[in-house]
């Protein structure tokens, strides 16, 4: 199985409102692809509809080979990381990372308890096990969030514009930490930004989307090695390429 | 509690008790005692170990109807968000009717139903708080972190989980504050239905003064009863309001 994720001519109106119309791109196995793409296009949408978490209307989804309208089975492979870290107020970082594993298997083994340890130590956090979120920082809920999805061991990691609102400096650190789980734990990562620095410093190939309704524009490889500087010119040049894509 | 609280509750009693001992004087009647004369049997009373005894049996149906009333109504309170059916049936049928039968109508059909064994009263706590938690909960319901619902639903199918797991402790402040208010009613209630479903109990007690005319014993028992109320109200629940639920809430 060459492909975790595959989508080809994928359609999805909310009423009258055409939001994407005839989404096709693959997401190879342990790659990073990043989604970028205007605010607004459906980037979203197109991660709830890869979670199963909404309906789409035409076209097929496969994840992990497996027909997203038909089975159920492949959500087991994956986690999702929202835009808002979305953290239960009344549970401890630790216990919000456990709710994961409680949720998804619904007992937690004392191998699990182990990994929950392992995966607060991955995103730096093991000394705030018994802080309570409201106690955090943002950089730090994302990274309780991150942590969470971590825990149930998944193959596809799908992250919805989790660095936005976050300053430069947590942002940065952050990208490093996605960056090093990824190649750490064979993930295969989905990543939605509108931000093309962000998508040039992080993803392997990045499928730009146009304005609704929404397009597949064009599908760059990044072939720039890592670690990458967004001011080496041929990181400066994809940015040249991408601005030219949105505004053709 | 601090030291202005203490001294502005003891401020009010002392009020209370001066304007019942002024309209006692004034009245002057064996049909309208004044707290000195009440202070007696009051005290009797709570050297009697037979009142405990009462206490202690009304104590049970109430501990008993809430049990019954808040699992009733934390079912019919949250069954509306699962489905529509029963969001009909529990808004325009379960809940008016709940809501619109006095007190007095549940003591007497469910003595009639269960006769003198002290059942009654259990289910007239029941029925008369089911509405409490079922107003409270939907309006928890209405306030849920729908964001929070969707990332567990990211990370499972199976409800109950979900439910027992993010949407249960959402609800725990509202159902807090419903069973705040239930404890106060199913006190005012209980006794409504000790007087004709029981045998003892308060409000038994307070139905035999009244018919034998103790009517000092009867002002006696309403003041423990009121006694009993605010050790809760003040005691109890600030307690655990204090300790449990504030970590639950936003």
Known sequence: MKYAITISDLKKSYGNLLVLDGISFNVKNSEFCCVLGPSGCGKTTLLKILAKLTSFDGGSVDVQGSNVKEDDGFLSSISVVFQEPRLLRWRTVRENVRLSVELRKGKVEAEDEEIVDSCLRMVGLQAYSNAYPHELSGGMKQRVALARALAVKPKILLMDEPLTGLDVRTRKELQEEILKVWSEENLTILFVTHDPKEAIYLA????????????????????????????????????????NCFYA | MNLKEIARLLAAFLTVLAVWLLAASLVNSYLFPSPLQVADPFLEMIMKPSTWFHVAATFNRVLLGVALGSLLGLVLGIAPRYSSTASFVVESVIQPVLESVPALCWALIFAALFGLSGTAPVFVVAAAIIPFFTINLWEGVKELDESLVEMAYAYTRNKLRVFKAVILPMLYPYLFAALRTSFEVAWKVVVLGEVFGAVNGIGYMLWLSFSSYSIDRMFAWVLFCAAIIAFFEYVVFNLIDKRLIRRWRR
Do not use: G
């Open chain 1, 204 to 243: 392997e190939r990045i499928v730009v989307f146009s304005d609704k309704p929404t397009r597949v524009k064009d599908i760059i490889d990044v072939d720039i090695p890592r670690p990458r500087d967004l001011s080496s010119s041929e990181a400066l040049a994809l940015e040249r390429y991408i601005y």
